[in-house]
């Protein structure tokens, strides 16, 4: 749950992120390494935000892959 004005700015770019990020990997014309960059140019968020947001997308991604085991 967020709580402070940085959290629910992150969850609210979150919503738009992953998706975003999903497609990307998806297309597999992009090496996920330049995503945080992607993020930064898209979004208009500066590269720590942008590293957060990629890295809680990375983690999303494991948390699913270890629930379906």
Request: aromatic share 12%; glycine share 4%; no cysteine.
């Amino acid at each position: 749950m967020a709580t402070t004005e940085y959290d629910i700015i992150f969850d609210k770019l979150a919503d738009d992120v992953f998706p975003y990020l999903a497609e990307l990997r998806d297309g597999g014309t992009v090496n996920m390494m330049m995503a945080p960059s992607m993020i930064v140019e898209d979004f208009g968020v500066d590269k720590y935000l942008a590293r957060n947001l990629f890295n809680a997308w990375i983690d999303m991604l494991n948390r699913e892959k270890q629930e379906e085991k």
